[in-house]
């Protein structure tokens, strides 16, 4: 149980981790000794309980950025029981922000289309941090295509601070593909779950976004805007950073009251990066039931529902009088 | 926005209030002074019409931004805010494009009736739901996008024009849904849908997610449309970025763009901001745009109406 959070907000569990290693340390152990570290470790469960049922919608953000949190690739490999990955856009290059391939799941042959952000820093610079590029999203929806053309239903793993925004990301067109991305998903004629795992950043977030089911991991957020970003135009300044998060509504709770995501996957105590694997285990039964329920849908049902889904979302006034 | 206050036709004004609203009420969202992030809002001031000093009346000379000459207002707004030395293209209200996109008292407009709300309580330095008064007032509209049929050199269409000057010209629930009952609507009947976009705001913030998921909800249903055999024609504007660019604008069988427009997703200060390169003279205009092909034809103001006509006209619409 050593430090692995750099949360400032939990500086409390920090400390008491760091007596109940101490005391672990000890190889004889008095009675008193045991009876502390029981009293330790059930004050840790507690403040860490307390803790998460009360994140700000700022520390929400910083746990879903935590640098041990669980990535796509990580549930690739906890959960599914065979990944085989496939490579590249077939037309320009091969993102390594965007990873899609073949994937086994209980019963269910799937397609599994995911942002990744790297572990180590080398891995993270190759994927610009979860930022993928115009080639991220064609590469993604040729492999969707491929799902449509097999009947194999699309898992999509949301997990981006937003596609990249650079010289060479425009030259080849991301906003045109983020659209196209939209549009093609929208009547793509298989099952579609999207899962925001960490980070749901705005249009890069919702180039992979559109599905029959959408659902939320506990401390993930999904924003139209990062926080930085707004702050920096709606209050001059970057370091209204939290407030911003506060005024964007984008946790999970805030979006489900919206109408805007259809479930909420509990987290384990502390979040998703304490325990990858139970974390895997809670996503798995999710997607299996899901899958269970989308795949006896017709096909024209699906898209129709999938449809109106996204046609209800909004909210605004109706006057009677006008027109 | 900066451009609303200083063009040489500026958002028409419905009273005194309005003036005054627009005199001292401007400038909801500065972009100029903003970074921002990945997600292309735009992040500082399209190439602007001169600046006005506040409270000053509209002056009869104004300096364009395009060759910084000074040029007189009146013959600006008689080339349908053309400049006549550079031929830079200042901006154009939504009412004024109708009238010179649209056949005379053509225009019948739709889903008005639609008001925006402030579903989130959203609040940064000014709440939202003044700032939605506030800028109603000030540009005449009531939301950033005016809809409905009109004809186009006797060629009957669904028309869709979206205001750059009204909060950016973002897109939130109203605009969103103003455009996805337009498509459905000229899906029924079988019309070509023509949408102007101008944009610096992508998906408007103040809405949160749900701005955001306007993006998927019309570009639905762009798709059922598509499916149905519609013909879409999208004009870009000056500027059209972020989440707007990211869906209906770059969704056309045509995409048409006026002269050096700025179009893009990711702001070119968040670029420069991210990457630390000089970024090319022309990066994200229309010419641009074109060299890398992704759109059709870059049309002038003065010629976008029988563009349009003749493109109906090829497609058999
Ligand atoms: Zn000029």
Redesign the interface.
Known sequence: MSDTSGLDFERDVTELESQIAAIERQTVRSEEAESRLRELRLARVDRLREIYMNLSSWQTVQVARHKNRPYTRDYLNLAFDEFVELHGDKFFGDDRAMLSGFAKLDRFKVMVIGHQKGRTYKERAACHFGCAHPEGYRKAMQKMRMAEKYRLPLICFIDTPGAFPGKEAEERGQAQVIAESMFLMSRLRTPIICVVIGEGGSGGALGIGVGDRVAMLENSYYSVISPEGCAGILWKSHEFAPKAAEALRFTAKDLSKFGVIDKIIPEPLGGAHRDHHQMAMRLKNYLSATLGELTTQPTDELLSVRYEKFRQMGELIEEPSVG | MVSAQSNPNPPSPTGPESALAAAGEVAP?T?G?????????L?EPPASPVQKKRGVPEGLWIKCPGCSETVYRKEVAGRLNVCPKCDYHFYVSATDRVAQVLDDGTFEPMY??????D??N????RPYSERLIAEQRRTGLTDAVLTGIGMIRARRVAFAVTDSAFIMGSM???V??RL?RLVEHATQQCLPLIIISGSGG????H???????????V??????Y??SGGLYISVLTNPTM??V???????GDLVFAEPKAL?????PR??KA??G?E??ED??TSE?LLK???IDRIVTRPNLKSEIARAIDYCGK
Do not use: N, W
């Open positions: 969202i972009p002074t903003a970074s921002s992030v990945a997600d292309g809002r992040d008005e009736e639609l008001r925006p709300t579903p989130l959203f609040a940064d330095r939130g629930s109203v969103g849904e996805a992508g998906a408007r913030m809405e949160g997610i749900l701005s955001l998921m306007q993006m998927a909800k570009s639905a249903a762009l798709a059922r598509h499916g972020g989440g660019a990211a869906s209906f604008a770059s969704l179009i893009g997703f990711a702001g968040t670029i991210t990457i390169i970024l090319p990066f994200q641009f890398h092909g992704y």
